[in-house]
């Protein structure tokens, strides 16, 4: 088992910047692969981004190349999605999640999934 809490959310105006942080714990972390996603309101959710469990490897969606980095430090247990030039449409409800991954690359499919935090941006 792996157990995910996200921090980081809050409420910014356009083109300000947000760093989300998500602690895992249970399950040794660098033996997962991670990832983040969002889902707004009336909406399914969506990837957004992901790493391998080394971190070499990572992937985004189109929506935010270019503005957001996902990063991991294995010695802090910790993943993050540092958030930049943020949008309306950025705004959201962003889960952290865990994959068991078995090699170095990133994952399309999750086994443990966060609480969620609330990210809003105002225009």
């Known amino acids: 088992q792996v157990q995910l809490v996200e921090s980081g959310g809050g409420l910014v105006q356009a083109g300000g910047s947000l760093r989300l942080s998500c602690a895992a714990s249970?399950?040794?972390?660098?033996?997962?692969?991670m990832g983040w996603f969002r889902q707004a309101p009336g909406k399914e959710r969506e990837f957004v981004a992901a790493?391998?469990?080394?971190?070499?490897?990572?992937a985004y969606a189109d929506s935010v190349k270019g503005r957001f980095t996902i990063s991991r430090d294995n010695a802090k247990n910790t993943v993050y999605l540092q958030m930049n030039s943020l949008k309306p449409e950025d705004t959201a409800v962003y889960y952290c999640?865990?994959?068991?991954?078995?090699?170095?690359?990133?994952?399309?499919?999750?086994?443990?999934w966060g609480q969620g935090t609330q990210v809003t941006v105002s225009s």
């Open positions: 249970g399950r040794t972390f660098s033996t997962c692969a």
């Open positions: 790493i391998s469990r080394s971190g070499r490897n990572t």
């Open positions: 999640a865990a994959a068991r991954a078995y090699d170095d690359r990133w994952y399309k499919e999750y086994d443990y």
